[in-house]
């Protein structure tokens, strides 16, 4: 019998070490296997997609306010919809498109540019009236809205799914998975990497690469490098199976107060919503003082979701920067640490593109894309980059 991921013995050495084994260190392990990138070693403390990965499904998207967003969101699309192939599994994929709930003539004004800029892109999105929106969703209530921008090509998959597909895909590469250990400390000299400490022994390697999610603050911080990430938890509801069925829905979103709901393959609804009163941590316990807010907010915009009783739900961690979106890049001051974090929401629909670019800058080729003002120190007195399609 093949031996499990826990029980792979820890090498000695390795040319790069991944910390996280989520959807985007699983990711980079991949691109990084299958570019013939030497000793490939990744690292998770738990298991993998134990963090915010292990949400039961995640959006994949298109829709964003930044051009930077959009591509990475366009480039991990086709990657999507061609996973089947390489790296080889099956994510289910279900593209049915976003729809966001737009309530008063600001909003339209910020989509509307938002629109242009994607479509200038090669993103379908478009504008649609209130009763086209309740056409595609037929929860909505059309009074309640002046708009909504919805694209065609958007949709949800199988976060697990994937990182067991990359993961897969990497060990057959030559990478190395090991699980239930994490890293207790970095050693450093003369600004270069010497080695990763964990439990279960030590490992020599100049490059580390740090996808750790809402816990890459700390890892950063052994390394002496800044990494502005925040745990923030955030919460999702299940319906359980609805009689009748639901029908096949877009995943809609209520721009103002972030609710959103779309179909679980369990044959009911899921439903979130981003809790104004929820505090920075590391909780991840499911509980239930978000559902007032969010039947107050369903009843203005889907008053049969407003009634609708839950079985159960799911906690994670949202990973946060202070502009909402990512930092990826490698530390000018110490040689061969490369980041990719902060995703604030976005990292599982963003990991195809990012497993690519990390790829790049570890080999240092030209990525597809300059991700050069997504570097963690752009907070040092630089101009922020804000990103207006948010959930």
């Keep these: 019998m093949a031996p499990t991921a826990v029980s792979v013995p820890l090498p000695e050495q390795a040319d790069v070490v991944i910390i996280g084994g989520g959807a985007i260190g699983a990711s980079i392990a991949f691109h990084l296997a299958e570019a013939g990138a030497g000793r490939v070693l990744l690292l998770e403390r738990d298991r993998p997609a134990s963090g915010s990965s292990g949400k039961p499904i995640g959006g994949v998207r298109a829709q964003f306010s930044d051009p930077l967003n959009i591509r990475l969101g366009l480039r991990s699309l086709d990657a999507w919809r061609n996973f089947a192939r390489r790296p080889g599994a099956d994510v289910g994929l279900e593209s049915v498109g976003y729809l966001f709930l737009l309530g008063d003539d600001s909003e339209l004004a910020t989509f509307t540019r938002g629109v242009e800029v994607q479509n200038a ?30 694209s065609p090509t958007d949709g949800y998959a199988l976060p697990k799914a994937a990182v067991t597909g990359y993961l897969r895909a990497a060990r057959r590469l030559g990478a190395t998975v090991r699980t239930r ?12 990497l010497q080695a990763v400490r964990t439990p279960h022994g030590t490992v020599r390697t100049h490059t580390v690469v740090c996808c750790a999610g809402a816990w890459s603050g700390a890892i950063g911080a052994m390394a002496g490098v800044d990494l502005p ?34 179909n679980d393959a369990a044959g009911g609804l899921l439903m979130g919503l981003s809790d104004p009163a929820q505090q920075p941590g590391f909780g ?105 399609h948010i959930i």
């Design 181 to 192: 250990c994490p890293v207790t400390a970095i050693d450093t000299a003369d600004g270069t």
């Design 229 to 262: 990430v925040t745990p923030l938890r955030r919460q999702i509801a299940f319906t359980g199976p609805l009689d009748p069925a639901p029908p096949r829905i877009p995943f809609t979103l209520d721009f103002a107060s972030t609710l959103y709901f779309h």
């Design 284 to 388: 991840r316990r499911f509980t239930r003082e978000w559902l007032p807010p969010f039947r107050t907010a369903a009843a203005r915009r889907a008053p049969r979701l407003a009634r609708i009783p839950v079985v159960g739900g799911w906690a994670g961690l949202y990973e946060m920067t202070p502009d909402r979106n990512a930092l990826i890049g490698e530390a000018g001051h110490l040689g061969r640490f490369l980041y990719a974090t902060g995703f604030s929401g976005h990292g599982f629909l963003q990991a195809p593109a990012v497993g690519e670019i990390v790829r790049d800058l570890y080999l240092r080729r030209e990525p597809f894309l300059d991700v050069g003002p997504l570097a963690a120190t752009r907070f040092d007195g630089r101009a922020i980059r804000p990103e207006a």
């Design 121 to 150: 892109l090669g993103v379908p999105s478009r504008i649609i009236g209130p009763r086209a929106a309740r056409d595609l969703c037929p929860y909505l209530d059309p009074r309640g809205i002046v708009a909504a921008a919805f």
